[in-house]
């Protein structure tokens, strides 16, 4: 099953935009769903993350900034991002994992990796 990431664009600072994740069957009942985001000759980056049973974590850069939420009927996750930074820019994807909570930030336990959506804002 692959996820499929969408709702990027171009942007200005403090602007909002929401991001998508969708997934075909129950597959967010039981995996967490994580966000991350990349730029040209960087890692991915964690972003945030929502459990298979109601929990969230958010990075520190955009703690206060970004939420996450779920839509189980849609099988769909959400990425609310407000007040948007050019260092915000990125391709952001989403993938799952059954790691344990502590290990969520790590992009190596997650699978399923769908095809990203580009996120630019400009100063």
């Known amino acids: 099953v692959q996820l499929q990431a969408s709702g990027g664009g171009s942007v200005q600072t403090g602007d909002s935009l929401t991001l998508s994740c969708a997934a075909s069957?129950?597959?967010?009942?039981?995996?967490?769903v994580g966000w991350f985001r990349q730029t040209p000759g960087n890692e991915r980056e964690f972003v945030g993350c929502?459990?298979?049973?109601?929990?969230?974590k958010l990075a520190d850069p955009v703690k206060g900034r970004f939420t996450i939420s779920r839509d189980i009927a849609k099988n769909t996750v959400f990425l609310q991002m407000n007040s948007l930074k050019p260092e915000d820019t990125a391709v952001y994807s989403c993938?799952?994992?059954?790691?344990?909570?502590?290990?969520?930030?790590?992009?190596?336990?997650?699978?399923?990796w769908g095809q990203g959506t580009l996120v630019t804002v400009s100063s």
């Open positions: 993938a799952v994992t059954r790691v344990i909570w502590g290990r969520v930030t790590e992009d190596d336990f997650y699978r399923n």
């Open positions: 069957g129950g597959l967010f009942r039981s995996y967490t």
């Open positions: 929502f459990s298979w049973d109601g929990k969230t």
